[in-house]
């Protein structure tokens, strides 16, 4: 087995977390160009830690080695959500997940189908109304908002106003301090970000705590029936669920969806008829837009991924962004191409293609593609294996709910038509400058007779 590509540095001195932080997309990708690989090694939160930049290192990671690069203990998620699926390692995960799985799936899943078409539709009717470009990423994290809270708590913006802008408002005090510098100061007319945000957890967990011991409906009491390992688990893990983090990330790929499909009406109509073909614009909107850069482990024994050496002690970090361009699986690997997921091999005629920058290209090189259906698990935007996100699917019943609706009702467009679409990546990745789009009603009795011709 090779060693690491690159160097841990020397410590402090040689940390590099501010470079990262600061853009880890240039980041990984002036390092993978350095070292020729897609794997290597640098010195981040003062740990000598292995860039994951591959999908055979990813799969390795996150699958096939899973029980031997750990959860950080001392990651600042635990110090905000305490003990929950996505902090726990070991056996704790496990009975977690098996406790937790039921109300993601089946039956629970089903049921909230009809609160998710409602506030679909109140939440995006009227996106044409004004006559004026629409924030897109504010819309959608709106949107995000009211899914969460009426799903996770029973809380609907509707039916209780004051309580649901209450939430709102902690839960964005929260977030803000969790993404702020972890010092916990507190002087008389200031405290500091992740003072504020203790305290807005500690306001938020009474009131989760409240509906936990009053609510027996819905989604608060199943989990509140579950046994779970003590008396504090229901409630750390709601409110992770109500964190302002999942509005962001499906704000984060609706954007991306809007602005792919922006200007493209034959896409946007094929998408609307055909639910596989919208299956798979949404897959890649997800391979090319992740809306979580990655995430992070620590070895806990020596180790090898992708063929390298990874010593015990070591952090270990996969990059979305970066695994899923890599080109020994995703050919043009920054074009956007939902037919890459269609499984068709036949030759056809080198279509336009949509660069990730939002560019319409010809290919010069498609030739035989290597498409790739049946390796949709290779894409790790919301984990993989054993530790993946354990809300996928009602992600994907968001997701889809909400671009059907906005497929069916609306064509759009960038508006003005040139924007700069650049992306920030961190912490949840969205335009650095918010989009605006323009939005026109479709003709409802046009559609409709289309649909059922």
């Known amino acids: 087995m090779s060693k690491l590509p690159g160097n841990a540095g020397v410590s402090v001195l040689g940390d590099k977390s501010l470079e990262f932080y600061r853009d880890p997309v240039s980041f990984c990708r002036q390092r993978i160009e350095k070292h020729r690989s897609r794997v290597f090694q640098c010195r981040l939160l003062n740990r000598p830690t292995a860039f994951i930049c591959n999908v055979q290192g990813a799969r390795e990671l996150l699958c096939e080695k899973s029980n031997l690069f750990l959860k950080d203990p001392t990651d600042l998620m635990t110090n905000i959500y305490g003990d929950t699926v996505v902090t726990t390692n070991g056996e704790e995960a496990c009975l977690l997940r098996l406790s937790l799985t039921s109300l993601f799936t089946g039956s629970c899943l089903e049921s909230s189908s009809d609160y998710i078409t409602s506030v679909c539709e109140r939440c995006l009717k009227d996106l044409s109304l004004s006559g004026q470009p629409e924030c897109v990423y504010s819309a959608f994290k709106r949107l995000g908002t009211e899914l969460v809270l009426g799903i996770f708590l029973n809380v609907r913006a509707e039916e209780q106003p004051e309580l649901y802008q209450d939430i709102v408002q902690l839960c964005t005090q929260h977030w803000h301090g969790l993404i702020s510098a972890p010092v916990n100061v507190k002087v008389p007319l200031w405290s500091s970000g992740f003072s504020t945000a203790l305290d807005a957890r500690d306001k938020l967990v009474d009131i989760i705590k409240d509906k936990l011991e009053n609510d027996t409906q819905g989604f608060v009491g199943s989990l509140g029936s579950l046994p779970l390992p003590d008396s504090s688990s229901a409630s750390q ?43 798979r ?122 671009c059907m609706y906005l497929l069916k009702h609306y064509d759009w467009c960038l508006d003005p038509p040139s924007q700069d679409l650049g992306y920030k990546w961190l912490p949840v990745s969205r335009p650095a400058n918010p989009p605006t789009i323009s939005f026109t009603l479709l003709d409802q009795t046009r559609y409709d007779r289309s649909h059922t011709s």
């Open 237 to 279: 893990h709601l409110l992770l669920f109500i964190s302002a983090l999942i509005p962001k990330a499906l704000a984060s790929l609706l954007t991306s969806f809007t602005l792919a499909l922006g200007g493209n009406g034959q896409m946007r109509r094929q998408a609307m008829e055909d639910p596989d073909y919208l299956h």
């Open 281 to 402: 614009v949404l897959l890649e909107v997800q391979r090319l837009w992740p809306p979580f850069i990655g995430g992070r482990r620590i070895a806990n024994q020596d180790s090898t991924l992708a063929g390298f050496n990874v010593p015990k002690d070591y952090g270990v970090i996969y990059i979305s962004h970066s695994v899923h361009r890599d080109p020994e699986v995703f050919q043009q690997p920054d074009h956007f191409l939902p037919e890459r997921w269609s499984g068709s091999t036949e030759r056809r005629k080198p279509p336009q293609l949509k660069t990730s920058c939002g560019c319409w290209c010809p290919s010069r090189s498609l030739g035989y593609l290597l498409w790739n259906a049946g390796q949709e698990h290779f894409l790790c935007s919301f984990g993989s294996g054993p530790r993946s996100c354990i809300g996928v699917k009602l992600t994907d019943v968001f997701l889809k709910e909400a």
